[in-house]
């Protein structure tokens, strides 16, 4: 049958079909990078990754978009706290992005965009809404009518009037209703601005996703992704300016996944109940956290406590344990063969059709909306039989390799390498901070000397404005 996804638009489960076939058009939700992201952002950022990294073990194209709110609010404030520019401030806190999502083994997104980078392209976008009747000015901002769109609602499935008495009615209100929303908005005192039809100001929070997707995935997408808190009101927003500007249904499906909770209660920063991702990673294995945020189905709640992640830790270890004994186990019993025998290196039936199960049952899994809970159930089941095989002994070469490399495969579905994968991650990352610190030293010897020894190992590097990329030669 294929993928089967939870579709919030709908609430209910539907095959994946996809607008052209073979590539799927991914967007998520990414950081307002105010500051360091929290272990709640991280399990969206983990979650999503996942379900990309999936889709492509299942023959898919995806094109990756996540985008980076680099100006609003929080950011306008912190900088102001701090007294640096608010570009200082984001472009700080996207390096620690980076940092801590590649931590967590968290790829990269095809594409990156941020708020600031598209200003004139959301100017653009905000006044076609503008002459199509959907939006209008007042005082210097834009806010878009929710009444010229009908169908507003249809994700959070609650109608205009229930939105409407969630209101708080502000004193001097210029909205015409309390329901509309700022596409863009006047600036304050010692704010960044843009120039603009409607005077100086700035975008409002909404309108950059639907503008990132128009620009990087077009005027239709097969998934958006992010947060259950996103769903109004910025997925229902995005939904109503997006489709008032092109016609078209915007997102085929939309995933979101559920509250992560620590210690049995809500995240609150108010009452310091809350963790973040980087200070967690100074403390436990990067490994074992991503692995303990895959444990619960998506869209549903997940409870952290350090007994949950010690459970991680330990079940991880589980896995560990059986790919080394298999790497051994291999290793000895070729030594022992004649080179010439290679009968004793070619895998079993039996082996093949244990191979064959396992992947079966990992796959039926994960084509149950992404089910990661019961994808790690299947591959446990495997590492118990295969221990059982271990047991009974009598295995080639060739099904030891194969048993250890379907355990490697199937973790990296998950994004988890392997120990000796992580170490040299790990590694790779020390000598590519090294380097930078050689060429703010003007040091380029030392700095050239990194990238020659990064590079006889098979690594690459590559230097952009938002820090240095590494990948494995071609």
Same mark, same amino acid.
Request: with cysteine; charged share 30%; hydrophobic share 35%.
């Given at each position: 049958?294929?993928?089967?996804?939870?579709?919030?638009?709908?609430?209910?489960?539907?095959?994946?079909?996809?607008?052209?076939?073979?590539?799927?058009?991914f967007?998520?939700?990414?950081?307002? %990078?105010y500051?360091?992201?929290?272990?709640?952002?991280?399990?969206? *950022?983990?979650?999503f990754?996942?379900?990309?990294?999936?889709?492509?073990?299942?023959?898919?194209?995806?094109?990756?978009?996540?985008?980076?709110?680099?100006?609003?609010?929080?950011?306008?404030?912190r900088?102001?706290?701090?007294?640096?520019?608010p570009?200082?401030?984001?472009?700080?806190?996207?390096?620690?992005?980076?940092?801590d999502?590649?931590?967590? *083994? %968290?790829?990269?997104?095809?594409?990156?965009p941020?708020v600031?980078?598209?200003?004139?392209d959301?100017?653009? *976008?905000?006044?076609?809404?503008?002459n199509?009747?959907?939006?209008?000015?007042?005082?210097?901002?834009?806010?878009f009518?929710?009444?010229?769109?009908?169908?507003?609602?249809?994700?959070?499935?609650?109608s205009? #009037?229930?939105?409407?008495?969630?209101?708080?009615? =502000?004193?001097?209100d210029?909205?015409?209703?309390?329901?509309?929303?700022a596409?863009?908005?006047?600036?304050?005192?010692?704010?960044?601005?843009?120039s603009?039809p409607?005077?100086?100001?700035?975008?409002?929070?909404h309108?950059?996703?639907?503008?990132?997707?128009?620009?990087?995935?077009?005027?239709?997408?097969?998934?958006?992704?992010?947060?259950r808190?996103l769903?109004?009101?910025?997925?229902e927003?995005?939904?109503?300016?997006?489709?008032?500007?092109?016609?078209?249904?915007?997102?085929?499906?939309?995933?979101?996944?559920?509250?992560?909770?620590i210690?049995?209660?809500?995240?609150s920063?108010?009452?310091?109940?809350?963790?973040?991702?980087?200070?967690?990673?100074?403390?436990?294995?990067?490994?074992?956290?991503?692995?303990?945020?895959l444990?619960a189905h998506?869209?549903n709640?997940?409870?952290?406590?350090?007994?949950?992640?010690d459970?991680?830790?330990?079940?991880?270890?589980?896995?560990?344990?059986l790919?080394?004994?298999?790497?051994?186990?291999?290793?000895?019993l $070729?030594?022992?063969?004649?080179?010439?025998?290679?009968?004793?290196?070619?895998?079993?039936?039996?082996?093949?059709?244990?191979?064959?199960q396992?992947?079966?049952?990992f796959?039926?899994?994960?084509?149950? #909306?992404?089910n990661?809970a019961d994808?790690m $159930?299947?591959?446990f089941?495997?590492?118990?039989?295969?221990?059982?095989? !271990?047991?009974?002994?009598? !295995?080639?070469?060739?099904?030891?390799l194969?048993?250890?490399?379907?355990? %490697?495969?199937?973790?990296?579905?998950?994004?988890i390498?392997?120990?000796? =994968? =992580?170490?040299?991650?790990?590694?790779? =990352?020390?000598?590519?901070?090294?380097?930078?610190?050689?060429r703010?030293?003007?040091?380029?010897?030392?700095?050239?000397?990194i990238?020659?020894?990064?590079?006889?190992?098979?690594i690459?590097?590559e230097?952009?404005p938002?820090?240095?990329?590494?990948?494995?030669?071609?």
């Open positions: 049958m294929g993928i089967v996804l939870y579709n919030s638009l709908t609430s209910k489960k539907e095959p994946l079909q996809t607008l052209e076939p073979g590539k799927v058009r967007y998520a939700c990414g950081p307002t %990078v500051h360091y992201f929290h272990l709640g952002n991280a399990r969206m *950022f983990v979650v990754d996942t379900i990309r990294r999936y889709l492509e073990y299942r023959g898919y194209d995806v094109r990756f978009v996540q985008n980076f709110t680099d100006i609003d609010d929080r950011i306008i404030q900088a102001q706290e701090l007294g640096i520019s570009r200082e401030l984001a472009e700080e806190n996207i390096r620690y992005y980076f940092e999502a590649g931590k967590l *083994f %968290v790829r990269r997104a095809t594409v990156h941020r600031t980078e598209c200003v004139d959301i100017i653009r *976008f905000v006044q076609d809404l503008i199509r009747g959907h939006a209008y000015e007042r005082n210097g901002s834009v806010y009518d929710t009444s010229s769109f009908p169908e507003y609602g249809k994700l959070s499935h609650q205009p #009037d229930d939105m409407r008495a969630g209101y708080r009615i =502000e004193v001097q210029e909205k015409d209703d309390p329901a509309d929303f596409l863009w908005k006047a600036a304050k005192p010692g704010e960044e601005w843009w603009s409607w005077g100086p100001g700035r975008p409002g929070w309108i950059e996703c639907s503008v990132m997707n128009y620009l990087y995935l077009g005027e239709q997408i097969d998934i958006h992704a992010g947060g808190d769903v109004f009101p910025h997925h927003n995005e939904i109503a300016q997006s489709e008032a500007h092109s016609g078209k249904t915007f997102a085929r499906y939309w995933l979101h996944n559920g509250t992560l909770n210690n049995g209660e809500k995240m920063k108010s009452t310091g109940n809350f963790i973040m991702t980087r200070d967690l990673l100074e403390r436990r294995d990067p490994r074992a956290v991503r692995f303990f945020l444990s998506y869209r709640p997940l409870n952290y406590t350090e007994e949950a992640l459970q991680a830790e330990q079940a991880l270890a589980r896995i560990d344990r790919i080394r004994d298999l790497e051994h186990r291999a290793e000895a $070729a030594s022992l063969r004649s080179a010439l025998d290679r009968a004793g290196h070619e895998p079993s039936a039996e082996g093949r059709s244990d191979v064959d396992i992947r079966s049952a796959i039926q899994a994960m084509d149950d #909306d992404f990661t994808g $159930a299947a591959i089941d495997g590492v118990r039989l295969v221990n059982t095989r !271990l047991e009974e002994g009598g !295995l080639s070469v060739g099904d030891l194969l048993y250890r490399d379907l355990f %490697v495969e199937l973790l990296d579905v998950l994004g390498p392997k120990k000796e =994968e =992580e170490r040299l991650a790990d590694e790779i =990352e020390r000598l590519i901070a090294e380097r930078a610190e050689a703010k030293r003007r040091d380029f010897a030392r700095a050239d000397e990238r020659d020894k990064l590079r006889h190992r098979g690459v590097l230097d952009t938002y820090g240095t990329r590494w990948s494995y030669e071609s």
